[in-house]
């Protein structure tokens, strides 16, 4: 079992759809990261959170800690938004090595 | 600022034969990382630095080597490179500030392609 696990692996939805990514992890953590993968390859660090809840245009991360569990939203998606979503856990007693999802393809229809 | 570079950003190779990928940042980061990427897999870690003058072995650190040549420039070398190395191969640095522990956000380049017959 991945200690850090994504789902949907694929998921197609259609332009302005409200979007949700989930991330379960059976490790304590220090913090989780989510992550954007360009369908040209290029990966863009999206947030890092600990607790609670961050917000930055239309991208919500939440984090809930007593479930291990976060969720990455887009509201009003567009196609643009379509890439490869990751989370990955900088985990308590890791020594500079985050544990990686194997990430979420989402693709927006226009 | 062009943030973390990497050159080539496509090789071929033929088995047994070697080469160095090349990774800069101007950001005045202290920790930086090399990484392979391949197809249905998560990143994987090949090789990171936390400092200038440090280097360390991550999970997949067999057939490279790496050489912190200053604070900007971290390089990744195939020896001998063989099929299995092929991947895409991502540098990333972070600030550091908190002795490079993966709390922090990591900035990554553009990846290179590379492809061993």
């Known amino acids: 079992k991945n200690e850090v696990e994504q789902s949907p692996q694929n998921l197609t939805a259609q332009e302005g759809e409200f979007i949700t990514i989930n991330c379960s992890y059976s490790?304590?953590?220090?913090?989780l990261h989510w992550l954007q993968q360009h369908p040209g390859g290029g990966i863009v660090s999206l947030f890092m959170l600990s607790s609670g809840k961050k917000k930055h245009g239309r991208l919500i991360a939440t984090i809930n800690i007593q479930e291990k569990h976060s969720s990455l939203h887009i509201t009003a998606s567009h196609p643009r938004d379509s890439a490869v979503y990751i989370c990955a856990a900088s985990t308590m007693d890791s020594n500079y090595q985050l544990i990686w999802g194997a990430g979420t393809k989402l693709i927006i229809k226009p | 600022n062009a943030g973390v570079t990497q050159t080539p950003k496509f090789q071929v190779l033929k088995t047994g034969q070697s080469m160095t990928l090349q990774c800069a940042q101007d950001?005045?980061?202290?920790?930086m990382y090399w990484y392979r990427q391949d197809p249905g897999m998560g990143l994987r870690l090949i090789y990171y630095s936390a400092s200038e003058g440090t280097t360390d072995k991550g999970e997949v650190p067999n057939g490279y080597n790496v050489s912190r040549l200053n604070k900007r420039e971290f390089s990744l070398r195939l020896e001998s490179a063989a099929p299995s190395q092929t991947s895409v191969y991502f540098c990333?640095?972070?600030?550091?500030?908190?002795?490079?522990?993966?709390?922090?956000?990591?900035?990554f380049g553009p990846g290179t392609r590379l492809l061993v017959l």
């Open positions: 990333a640095s972070s600030e550091g500030r908190w002795g490079g522990r993966p709390q922090e956000t990591q900035y």
């Open positions: 950001m005045n980061h202290n920790s």
């Open positions: 490790v304590g953590i220090s913090a």
